[in-house]
């Protein structure tokens, strides 16, 4: 697994996009859409860590059960069956494989009930 980025819920992205380019010196990395709301990464030039800022209004579903007062850590895989399956024979809680806005993912559960994301590359 490889860190792709960290995923901030957020209740004014437009707000918090200025915080993290203006005050802090990030540089927006990259923009989708989900219908009509906008998803901004922003991270440091030159690195390839992130910082996804998803609007709550997005969340609204919330499939997963995800903590949304609680960021949430994304990972890259090569094989994302192949992975889920590793972790459940760990012991590991996971989702089902699903899709996600047109990115297939499952999540999985730390000991401390919180979700973290795997996508495929």
Same mark, same amino acid.
């Given at each position: 697994?490889?860190?792709?980025?960290?995923?901030?819920? #957020?209740?004014?992205?437009?707000?918090?996009?200025?915080?993290?380019?203006?005050?802090?010196?990030?540089?927006?990395?990259?923009?989708?859409?989900?219908?009509?709301?906008?998803?901004?990464?922003?991270?440091?030039?030159?690195?390839?860590?992130?910082?996804?800022?998803?609007?709550?209004?997005?969340?609204?579903?919330?499939?997963?059960?995800?903590?949304?007062?609680?960021?949430?850590?994304?990972?890259?895989?090569?094989?994302?069956?192949?992975?889920?399956?590793?972790?459940?024979?760990?012991? #590991?809680?996971?989702?089902?494989?699903?899709?996600?806005?047109?990115?297939?993912?499952?999540?999985?559960?730390?000991?401390?009930?919180?979700?973290?994301?795997?996508?495929?590359?």
């Amino acid at each position: 697994m490889r860190v792709a980025y960290v995923v901030l819920y #957020v209740t004014n992205p437009d707000q918090c996009l200025k915080f993290w380019t203006e005050k802090v010196g990030m540089v927006e990395k990259g923009r989708k859409h989900a219908g009509e709301i906008s998803i901004v990464q922003v991270g440091f030039e030159g690195q390839d860590f992130a910082l996804e800022l998803v609007p709550l209004a997005l969340m609204q579903n919330n499939p997963d059960g995800l903590d949304l007062a609680t960021p949430s850590m994304a990972f890259n895989v090569d094989n994302l069956a192949e992975t889920r399956g590793t972790l459940i024979s760990a012991g #590991v809680t996971v989702s089902p494989l699903a899709d996600h806005g047109g990115i297939e993912a499952f999540a999985f559960e730390d000991n401390e009930s919180r979700w973290f994301a795997v996508l495929g590359n």
